[in-house]
């Protein structure tokens, strides 16, 4: 690493075709085509060499030049590359039925499925990161040239040749990069919050709801303030955060009717030039039964392309979401502290260990890590926030940026209450001794008596009990505020759990 940083220095000293060179020193295996048998392509800027084995053209590899930016990590995410096989496809098929060469167009719907099923992905075929244009145009052309070369493959073609697929005549016909990559978006963010964040979000949601049921008759303490106050069943407070969850999935159902539009047929500005009519509605149609969701072509598309509230909304949900789980997450973690020196009203299953110095220590992992998943999801809220808010004229520029933050919160959510549930909620147990020892120790009870009593006398018995130490009861008879039988009768925690 010594020898690369001193490269490196050297680099900077010398010129920007150096400085390239010394990128590539320190990110060797990052899409370079050093030292591969390579073939040559054209794009309207001149020829560039193209890797042999990759499907991609030139420019695709422009685009690797111009931006490396992150590395392999940061790649496009792989929802959006299925997304963009779909439309293109749908488009293919609405294309045909407008006059494109019936052979043309199956052999692009038949790349499509290649791009669609994950093969080619898988394979390297796009490489392009996330840092790259604002309107992902760079990851339109990918994805058209991978489909034209791939079509070019079918037909016996010679890859790069764009004959007889062209990767813009055909692939891309009656579409724009403008058009294409917000389509792109509403459908991988849609396929994925029904994929991958339902699944896990509602799991925890069916199992918080069986904990308020298995719950409903233990009788605790409440916190206000982190202080104690009047009691309720661990099965209400267990009710609150199913009900949160609930909203969750309410609340991302409430954004799906602006998700659906989608903006292809819109081309560059809005005004569909170059398009057909109908175009825009059959693909929405097409794309709505190859994905099984409800999509249909955006209403305005001046505002599908200009701006991305749509997907500010979406994120605006899964940040709400997030800002539940760290409620969740953090209550069960406080209430499971301990063992003996917290509060231990619940007792977590035992996953790992948790200290490397401590014997026997366990840790709510669980909890942690859902708690700095909900942190994540909020700074992913927040760029896709500033992002969203950057739409100038007819265009935003900050599309990449914004699906991938909502496609990582998605996941994280999804992948994080799938995990939640199953190693840390389902086997959430009641500690129900140590319950009922700090229930019947708090000083709250005596709120029971303000009916009986007032206010103020039972304030005084609350704190003369707590300075000297003694019960609420022996404190209020030996104040001769009451008697035993009395006390007994007004200070019963099952009648304090709601309305009379």
Not at 15 to 43: G, P, Q, Y
Not at 366 to 372: I, N, S, V, W, Y
Not at 381 to 386: D, E, K, L, M, Y
Request: aromatic share 4%; net charge neutral.
């Amino acid at each position: 690493m010594a020898m690369s940083m001193f490269k490196l220095s050297s680099a900077l000293a010398n010129s920007s075709k150096n400085l390239r060179c010394a990128v590539r020193l320190l990110d060797k295996n990052d899409f370079s085509t050093t030292n591969i048998n390579a073939r040559k392509e054209k794009d309207t800027m001149g020829e560039l060499d193209v890797p042999d084995d990759k499907l991609y053209g030139a420019q695709t590899v422009r685009s690797v030049m111009n931006f490396p930016i992150g590395g392999i990590e940061e790649r496009m995410p792989y929802p959006v590359i299925i997304a963009m096989g779909i439309l293109k496809k749908a488009a293919a098929k609405v294309n045909m039925e407008f006059g494109l060469d019936k052979k043309i167009a199956e052999a692009i719907m038949q790349a499509a499925d290649d791009v669609i099923s994950g093969k080619l992905y898988r394979e390297g075929h796009f490489p392009l990161v996330i840092w790259q244009t604002g309107s992902g145009t760079q990851s339109n052309m990918n994805t058209n040239e991978v489909i034209a070369n791939r079509a070019i493959q079918i037909l016996g073609g010679k890859l790069g040749s764009k004959d007889p697929v062209h990767p813009n005549d055909h692939v891309n016909k009656s579409q724009s990069s403008n058009d294409t990559y917000p389509t792109a978006m509403h459908v991988a963010v849609a396929m994925e919050l029904r994929d991958r964040l339902m699944p896990g979000l509602v799991a925890l949601r069916d199992t918080m709801q069986a904990k308020s049921k298995e719950f409903e008759k233990i009788i605790k303490i409440g916190r206000t303030h982190l202080m104690d106050a009047v009691p309720l069943t661990l099965g209400q407070e267990f009710s609150a955060y199913a009900a949160q969850l609930t909203f969750g999935v309410e609340r991302v159902c409430a954004t799906l009717p602006r998700l659906h539009y989608l903006a292809l047929g819109g081309t560059a500005v809005g005004t569909g030039l170059n398009t057909r009519v109908g175009f825009a509605e059959k693909c929405a149609a097409e794309i709505a039964a190859l994905t099984g969701i409800p999509f249909e072509t955006a209403p305005n598309k001046f505002e599908g392309l200009a701006c991305h509230d749509a997907m500010v909304e979406v994120s605006g949900a899964l940040n709400t979401i997030a800002v539940s789980l760290m409620k969740i997450a953090n209550d069960i973690r406080l209430l499971a502290s301990g063992p003996r020196c917290g509060l231990a009203e619940l007792l977590l299953p035992e996953n790992e260990p948790g200290s490397s110095i401590m014997p026997g220590k366990v840790n709510p992992t669980q909890c942690e890590a859902l708690t700095m998943i909900a942190a994540q999801v909020m700074g992913n809220h927040v760029a896709c926030t500033i992002g969203g808010s950057n739409g100038h004229f007819e265009l935003n520029v900050f599309k990449p940026m914004m699906v991938a933050n909502v496609l990582r919160s998605i996941r994280l959510i999804g992948d994080g209450c799938t995990a939640f549930n199953k190693n840390c909620a389902v086997g959430i147990k009641a500690n129900e001794e140590r319950i009922a020892k700090i229930m019947h120790e708090s000083l709250m009870l005596v709120t029971a008596l303000n009916p009986h009593i007032g206010y103020d006398k039972a304030a005084t018995i609350a704190k003369t009990a707590h300075k000297e130490g003694a019960t609420l009861k022996d404190t209020a008879i030996k104040l001769g505020m009451l008697t035993a039988e009395q006390f007994d009768k007004w200070v019963r925690p099952e009648d304090m759990l709601g309305p009379k």
